[in-house]
C-alpha cells in the first residue's frame, strides 16, 4: 500500500472515525479479491466460507452472494444460530469435532421448528459413540462427516482400520447415523519446509490419501455412498491447488479474502490485503526513556517515540513506514511504544496503521469492523461470541 493511501485515510478518520482504534475493511479490495477467487473455482468444486476468519455478518452476505454459496464451516457452535438466522439454505459443516455436552446443548436449545443441516465432524470411534447415544437419547438422527488425516497429523482417522470401524458403526445404526462426506485439511502443504517436501510432493501425496479412503468407502460400503456426498478439503493456502486438480467436491476457505499476513503466498499473489487496524497516537515523545537507564537519554536518539492506543494485537505495523517496537522496552495492549524515524512528521490524534496477520484472531477483538469507501466508514458489527 502506497504511503497517500494511508494519509488519506489519516485524514477521514480524523474527520469521521471514533477516536479509537478502529477496524478497517478496504471495501474495493474485498470485492476484487472475490472476483479473482470467482474467477478461478471449477465448476466441480463447491465453494464453502469458514466463518471463524469472515466472522462477521457483511462479509459472509457479499462472499455468499458473489460465490453463489450457503455453505459455510463454523468452529464456533455459536456462530451457527448467526448463519441459520440470515441463510436459509444454509449447509454447515463442523471445522472440528465438538464436545459431547455442547452438541448436547445446543440441541436443548434448539426449538423443534429449526431443522438446521449440520454435518458434524467425527474424528475416531469413540466420539461418533458419543454422539450415537445422543442420537439416540433425541431420537434423532445426526449427520456425520468423517475427518480424515491427509498429512496434517492433528488427529483424525490415520489408517483404514479406523476408517472401516467408523463406516460399520454408521452402517450399522442407520436410524440414528448418516454419513455425509469426508473432511481432509492439508495446512501443512504450504507450511513444510521446502527441504523436507516440496509443495507440489505434499498436495499429491495428501490427495492420494484422501482417494485411498474414498475408494474403501464406495467399494466397501456402498450402502454409504451416494452422489451428494460431501468431500471437503483444501484451506486457502492451498486453494489454488485445489482449483488446478482436486478429488474434492466442497472447498472451503476465508482469510484469503482479506489477506492478512500470515497468508503472503506466492500462490495467492493475486489477492491482496483488504484489512487493517487503524490506532490514534496518544502521546509523542523527543526519543525513547527506559526506566532505570535514564543515563542513555544523554546519547544521540535516531527513532522519536510514539505511544499509541491499544497494541499487543496479532498484527505488524506497517505505516508510517520504518515502525518498529522497541526491543527492551516491551509490549502493552493499553499504550503500546512505537519508535519512528526522527524525519517521520505525526502529531497526536494522527493514526498509525497494523496488518493482521490472521483474520480469526483479530476480528473478535473489535465489535465493529468498518468497510471503507469513497472516503466514507460504514460500521458493521461482528459476532457477538
Known sequence: MQSNYFQELTQHLQQQGSGTPQLILDLKTYQRNLEVVQSKLPMQLKPRLVVKSLANMQLLKLASEKLNSQRFMVFHLPHISEIIQTFQQADILLGKPMPIHAVERFYQATTSNQQPY?????????????????????????????????????????????????MELIQHNAT????????GYDAHIAKLPKILKSPDKSYQQSQQIYQQYKTILQQQFPD???EGLCFNGGGSPTFMQHCQHSICNDL???????????FDLENLSALNCA???ATPVLKVLCYSQLPGLELLNHLPHKYKAVFVYGGYWQANYIYPEKSKLHSLYGRS?????LLLPKSCEIERDEYVFLRPTQSEA????????????????EAWDNFRE
Open 176 to 183: 440414528h447415523l448418516k454419513l455425509t462426506g469426508l473432511m
Open 224 to 226: 454409504l455412498w451416494h
Open 252 to 262: 472451503a476457505f476465508g482469510s484469503m479474502l482479506l489477506k492478512p499476513g500470515d
Open 275 to 277: 484489512l487493517w487496524i
Open 333 to 337: 495492549s493499553n499504550q503500546e511504544m
Open 118 to 166: 449440520i454435518q458434524w465432524l467425527i474424528d475416531d470411534v469413540e466420539r461418533l459413540k458419543q454422539y450415537l447415544q445422543l442420537a439416540q437419547s433425541l431420537n434423532i438422527c445426526l449427520n456425520v462427516n468423517i475427518e480424515i488425516d491427509v498429512g496434517l497429523h492433528r488427529g483424525g482417522v490415520q489408517n483404514s482400520q479406523q476408517f472401516i470401524a467408523l
Open 362 to 377: 483479530v476480528i473478535p477483538q473489535f465489535a465493529q469492523l468498518y468497510a471503507y469507501t469513497q472516503g466514507k466508514f
